[in-house]
Nanobody, 117 residues
Framework: QVQLVESGGGLVQPGGSLRLSCAASGIIFRLYAMGWYRQAPGKQRELVTSISSDDTTNYADSVKGRFSISRHNANNTVYLQMNSLKPEDTAVYFC???????????WGQGTQVTVSS
């Protein structure tokens, strides 16, 4: 059974930082591209950042220079370091594992990030 478990969300003031983690089980982690998506109330889910199996990264323009994705294959975990947080970063953040060649696509349950003073 595949599980993606996010942690690290919470309430933070504008300008603050948070680090999200996503622990994966039930997949051969190193073969998967991992991504972080977010969904704010009333809006569609959007890609925040992704990291491929060969560590190529991609960022949404809105988070470039502030967010950083990394992966640790030895412990099947992907991280999202979020700095200089803004109120518009408030959303539920979802972890995604994708292996397109195998038609595999998995989601975590999400973790709430709220940026507010």
């Amino acid at each position: 059974q595949v599980q993606l478990v996010e942690s690290g969300g919470g309430l933070v003031q504008p300008g603050g930082s948070l680090r999200l983690s996503c622990a994966a089980s039930g997949i051969i982690f190193r073969l998967y591209a991992m991504g972080w998506y977010r969904q704010a109330p009333g809006k569609q889910r959007e890609l925040v950042t992704s990291i491929s199996s060969d560590d190529t990264t991609n960022y949404a323009d809105s988070v470039k220079g502030r967010f950083s994705i990394s992966r640790h294959n030895a412990n099947n975990t992907v991280y999202l370091q979020m700095n200089s947080l803004k109120p518009e970063d408030t959303a539920v953040y979802f972890c995604n594992a994708r292996r397109a060649v195998a038609g595999r696509d998995y989601w975590g349950q999400g973790t709430q990030v709220t940026v507010s003073s």
